[in-house]
């Protein structure tokens, strides 16, 4: 088995010389368990925010494997499994040793996904597609009619948002990091409008786009663009923090700051609720079975950004922060 190591936290950027790739000779499988061999691995933002505190580490992170071998009659050989087992190419464990984020046992089977790829387990129809379904509708209770705006919204969750938005009939704007992203948004994806936040001024590009104010903002970026997003919102808007990507790099604990417009939040009586996907982990399967609907009835697209091979994983985290992926970003193991 093959595992990546954190051996030094990250400062500023993530780079190639926080990771190690390192061999592991695994026992042999006890009562109860099963060993499950990596066919993708999820590259997701988090992992840079949420590693332990002592290195070095082994690197967190959510897989879609395959039982090789097992001694547990739930999980048969062949049976296909998410699970976060962090980097690693092969994994033997028990459904009870199973956690993430502290919360109860994070593994399971995944529903038959037919024609459709095993990897959507890791995007569209798996924890960042229900980051999109129940953070946008849950906490951002869109009226058909209104107005959203999505921040980091040619990604995976954003993507995701937009489009969910437009099957709820309301008026869709996001912001992305290039102007290929932005014509992909409203050309494939059918956003009404989208603007390139790096050289377009996102002040004027709202009032233009949205001259009766924004109803919902779905925020996963934070920082000067949510500033100002805040400052066009509507009174009663409901804002979903989902996530704040422009602060994770940041090593000047002054920077990192967000510049939170209070004024507007008070002025306009805005809603404004943080969520973590984890809370809805009661319905996972639920979310997953309504984006496997929309995918199948051709509402719903997605685009896998995929690296291939165990030892681009490192690649494929450091071109996040660099915006070089459209749609979600996934290692292919072999
Ligand atoms: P993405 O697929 O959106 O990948 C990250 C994208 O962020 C990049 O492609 C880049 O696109 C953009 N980005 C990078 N740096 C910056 C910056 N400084 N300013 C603005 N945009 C930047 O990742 P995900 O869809 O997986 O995650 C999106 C957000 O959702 C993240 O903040 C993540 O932490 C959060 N999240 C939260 C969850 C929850 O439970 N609350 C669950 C899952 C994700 P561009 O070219 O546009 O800059």
Redesign the pocket.
Same mark, same amino acid.
């Given at each position: 088995s093959r595992k990546y190591v954190v051996q030094t936290p990250f400062v500023g950027e993530p780079n190639k010389s926080n990771f190690k790739i390192v061999e592991e000779v695994l026992p042999a499988i006890a009562e109860n368990e099963f060993l499950a061999e990596a066919a993708f691995i999820s590259v997701?933002? *988090?992992q840079r925010m949420k590693l332990g505190a002592t290195f070095p580490c082994d690197m967190i992170g959510g897989q879609v494997a395959k039982v090789i071998e097992s001694r547990n009659s739930e999980y048969p050989v062949g049976s296909w499994v998410m699970g976060h087992f962090g980097w690693r190419t092969h994994t033997i464990t028990k459904p009870e040793n199973e956690k993430f984020c502290g919360q109860k046992p994070y593994l399971y089977k995944l529903p038959d996904f037919g024609d459709l790829p095993v990897s959507l387990a890791l995007g569209v129809c798996g924890?960042?597609g229900n980051?999109a379904y129940f /953070?946008f509708k849950e906490i951002c209770q869109p009226k058909a009619g209104e107005t959203v705006v999505i #921040? !980091?919204a =040619? !990604? =995976?969750?954003?993507s995701h948002v937009g489009q969910i938005a437009k099957i709820l009939g309301c008026r869709v704007i996001g912001f =992305? /990091?290039?102007d290929d992203?932005c014509e992909w948004l409203v050309k494939e994806l059918g956003f009404d409008y989208a603007g390139n *936040?790096k050289t377009t001024n996102l002040a004027d590009f709202l009032k233009e786009t949205a001259p009766k104010g924004v109803d919902c903002y779905f925020d996963?970026?934070g @920082?000067e663009?949510s500033s100002t997003v805040l400052s066009q919102m509507n009174n009663y808007g409901r804002v979903a923090v989902? @996530? =704040?990507? #422009?602060g994770y790099n940041e090593t000047d604990p002054e920077k990192r700051k967000a510049t939170m417009v209070q004024g507007y939040i008070v002025g306009k009586q805005l809603k404004i609720e943080g &969520?973590?996907?984890?809370r809805f982990a009661d319905r996972t399967i639920e979310g997953i079975n309504q984006n496997l609907k929309w995918v199948r009835e051709g509402k719903l697209k997605y685009k896998e950004h995929i690296y291939e091979g165990f030892e681009s994983a490192d690649d494929a985290f450091i071109g996040? &922060?660099r @915006?070089?992926?459209i /749609?979600?970003?996934l290692v292919k193991v072999k």
């Open positions: 997701d933002p *988090y924890r960042v980051t /953070g #921040s !980091g =040619a !990604g =995976a969750v954003g =992305a /990091g290039s992203k *936040y996963n970026v @920082g663009i989902c @996530g =704040a990507i #422009s &969520f973590q996907v984890n996040l &922060f @915006g070089d992926n /749609g979600k970003s």
